[in-house]
């Protein structure tokens, strides 16, 4: 998309609220990555969370906890996320800006590896998952969301085209290769009916179709 047509959605969609903007700007005095979600994917997070009536919603990736924020704010009252970190330092920053943006009651950051923690949820249903931790377990964890998701549930992905690099058949990053495999998978695995659209750094959802166990 041009980038006139991205300002036009972001500035008529997706105004960043004081919280958020405090959450960003402390992120990056704290001298995390620039990688959280841009406000318009922050705000299709919502639309998707409200259209699924999601309740029970997995994150792999908190960073700084924005959007964990941005999700949290589209769950009812009784609404929860479980939000899968590696990194402590993170973790703990985290924890920080959801108890300044006030959901800290409904965001429970788990840190330690994803692929660690996933077999602890193995018996649980959740109404969406989204994927935004390390690109090249991407293929384990769309097997994983669909282990876990109920049908009618989104897995949903971030960064699924990585500023076009996904078109370069040439690149070999072993995190290219993740979101390569990951797109083919919500193109054709027939449990999802998937698409992968391009805002932000491009989204990948996908509905689980069918009342059949997984
Ligand atoms: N969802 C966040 C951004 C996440 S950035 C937001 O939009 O606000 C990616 C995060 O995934 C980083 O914090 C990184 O530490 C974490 N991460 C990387 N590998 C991971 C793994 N194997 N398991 C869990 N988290 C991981
Ligand atoms: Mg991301």
Redesign the pocket.
Known sequence: MSDDITAYIAELFSPEDDVLRAVRDAAARAGMPP???VPETGRFLQVLLRAAGARRVL??????????ICMARALPADGRIIS????PE?AAFARRQLERAGVADRVDVRT????DLLPALAGERFDAVFL???KA?LPAYFDWAMRLLRSGGLVIA?NTLRGGRVLDADDHDPDLLGIREFNRKLATDPRVTGLVVPIGDGVGVGVVSGSDPR
């Not at 994150?59 to 964990?68: H, I, R």
């Open positions: 990688i959280a979600v994150e792999l990736g908190t960073l700084g906890g924005y959007s964990a899968l970190e590696v990194s993170h330690g590896a994803a692929l935004d931790a390390d377990s971030d």
